[in-house]
């Protein structure tokens, strides 16, 4: 004993269930007509069942009122309607002939031939007055019998020209065969994207409640299939692209241009049909910032060419995970941002963009751009390096090479003028005899000359200049040692003057430095001086002290104070995103 309804009154007996919708409170049964023994479809609408709603009343008008109208071999045709006590019933043709929902296998060819006749149906639809859409293609309303007759079934959301889309209805259909669009304004190639996604869900083997598997984690219109079908034709797989475009504007029009365009193609690529894939060539592997000032905004461009003929070329941008950046998605970075994110072209000129002003300064960021493409390999990375404006703090020019230089000068002549006293002033009295008697010897010359011109013959004045000749004749052999002296007092004397002057035009140039030359020029005097008179002489460790001490603490203080600075202002980089 079954728990089938009895629809005798009616005229109708039940023969088995074909399908229930509990959510819309409908069930669908195969009935026999009692007066002339053929077998029927009846849609029975149960509104006033527990877990059903009265939405389906509207459905059940609007699919009557479609069907009315229709007359087409690959349509059931409308049969009649009666009410019941907790709803309606609706008679239709049967056509035994199961789902494309049960799993069957087709080969690629009977597919193209389900997808030619479900195409010439659309059409039929497209071109009544108003045009039928149907709004919810799908393998489990296509019927296929074992001939390969189609059959489109439930046009209980299709609508009729450019009837207004209600809120109700918005969201109705099948996740994964709904075009964008249809959540505002379905068009006749909205049926496209259904068919479509039912034949890609045929070729592939995917069950329609897997179809969402297929596509885009970031745009779920987007189906990503081109790599399951290797074996078949590019141009069929160009067509079935085209098809499921998320984009209306990229999509066919409508079914007779979608049929038009399949009628020509082979499925299965055809001998010598070679499988080409797009290359990839990037015209920079690495992109070097540089900022000048804080929160630059930097951009450099990176130009994507594929020059494989016949294909087309899709990318996509997006910034690698970095464990210092702020989550993000692959759509929106936190600072770098790639201008088109995405493309499908052969010769394509990314902007690629930077802001600094969420990065701390004077740091090295290296970061990966990864572009996800359809060629082989699917992944491209490009490199990216930003260094950030310097610290927004003053860096003081310590001539630290020209400091030492003063220093050991000073030194070094400080050091050959004590030994110089320290010999003796023997020597240097020497010196000072010689070149007073060098001095006297030139007047001597000069006034002999001169009187010589005035008074010829006067014989005082030319004792006088020969006395001062011998003189020096007499002393000449002392010249020869203290002549070595002299240029060692010269050389020294030198470097002293040129240590002055360099350190008079460093101050100059830096006056702030002046003080730094100065003990610089001291510290070196008193090292120089320690080395002959010894380094524990009372003096000089004052003359050390007074000197050491001071220019140490000047250059330790440049140094901590700038530290400081540098650390008060990380502090307030606390919040930036991290190198």
């Known amino acids: 004993m079954n728990s089938y309804p009895d629809f005798s009154p009616q005229g109708y007996q039940v023969i088995s269930e074909l399908g229930r919708n509990r959510e819309g409170g409908r069930i669908t049964w195969l009935v026999s007509d009692l007066n002339t023994g053929q077998q029927v479809v009846l849609k029975q609408f149960c509104f006033a069942q527990v877990g059903s709603s009265w939405s389906a009343f509207r459905a059940h008008e609007r699919e009557i009122q479609v069907l009315k109208g229709l007359n087409h071999p690959g349509i059931p045709r409308y049969l009649g309607a009666f009410e019941t006590q907790d709803g309606f019933c609706l008679i239709q043709e049967y056509k035994n002939a199961p789902s494309l929902a049960v799993q069957r296998s087709f080969e690629p060819e009977e597919i193209n031939q389900i997808a030619v006749k479900v195409l010439e149906i659309l059409v039929y639809l497209q071109n009544r007055i108003p045009p039928v859409i149907h709004r919810d293609i799908k393998p489990e309303n296509i019927l296929v019998d074992d001939q390969l007759n189609v059959y489109l079934i439930d046009f209980g959301m299709s609508r009729l020209g450019s009837q207004e889309v209600s809120g109700s209805s918005v969201f109705q259909g099948t996740p994964g ?92 690529r055809v001998l010598g049909e070679v499988i080409c894939l797009p290359r990839v060539e990037l015209s920079q592997s690495a992109l070097e910032f540089q900022a000048t000032h804080l929160g630059e905004k930097l951009t450099q461009t990176v130009t994507v060419e594929n020059s494989i003929p016949d294909t ?54 290296e970061r990966q751009l990864l572009l996800q493409t359809n060629a082989y390999p699917e992944i491209y990375p490009l490199a990216v390096r930003v260094q950030t404006a310097p610290l927004p703090i003053e860096r003081r020019k310590v001539p630290y090479a ?52 005035t008074v010829a013959g006067s014989v005082v004045r030319t004792v006088f200049a020969i006395w001062a000749v011998n003189l020096a004749e007499a002393v000449f052999g002392v010249w020869i040692v203290a002549l070595g002296v002299v240029l060692l007092q010269f050389v020294v004397a030198t470097l002293v003057i040129s240590a002055v002057t360099w350190a008079v035009q460093m101050s100059r140039e830096n006056k702030s430095n002046a003080v730094l030359f100065i003990l610089a020029a001291g510290l070196g005097v008193s090292l120089g001086t320690s080395y002959i008179v010894g380094l524990f002489n009372p003096h000089i460790l004052l003359a050390l002290a007074g000197t050491g001490l001071p220019l140490a603490t000047m250059l330790l203080y440049l140094i901590l104070k700038r530290r400081r600075l540098i650390t008060k202002y990380r502090k307030s980089e606390e919040r930036l995103i991290k190198p």
Not at 180 to 207: H, V
Not at 331 to 344: L, N, T, Y
Request: glycine content about 4%; hydrophobic content about 50%; proline content about 6%.
């Open 177 to 268: 065969f709904i075009p964008p669009e249809q959540m505002r304004k379905p068009t006749e190639a909205s049926d496209l994207y259904g068919l479509g996604a039912m034949l890609i869900c045929l070729l592939t083997g995917t069950k329609s409640t897997a179809i969402q598997d297929l596509t885009d984690e970031d745009d779920p219109y987007l189906i990503n299939f081109r790599h399951l079908l290797p074996q078949l034709s590019l141009r069929f797989l160009d067509w079935l692209e085209k098809m499921v475009q998320p984009s209306l504007k990229k999509r066919f029009a409508n079914a007779q241009t979608a049929l038009e365009a399949l009628i020509p193609l082979d499925v299965i």
């Open 312 to 365: 087309v070329l899709e990318g996509k941008w997006e910034v690698a995970p970095y464990a210092q950046d702020p989550p993000h998605t692959p759509d929106a970075h936190a600072w770098i941002s790639v201008e088109p994110a995405k493309f499908a072209r052969n010769h394509s000129v990314c902007h690629i963009h930077v802001d600094t002003s969420k990065l701390m300064a004077d740091k090295l960021y």
């Open 402 to 453: 020209e400091l030492a230089n003063v220093l050991l000068i000073c030194a070094i002549a400080s050091t050959f003028i004590t030994s110089f006293i320290a010999v003796g002033g023997t020597l240097s009295m020497i010196v000072i005899v010689i070149g007073a008697v060098a001095e006297a010897v030139a007047v001597a010359r000069t006034v002999a000359g001169s009187v010589a011109r």
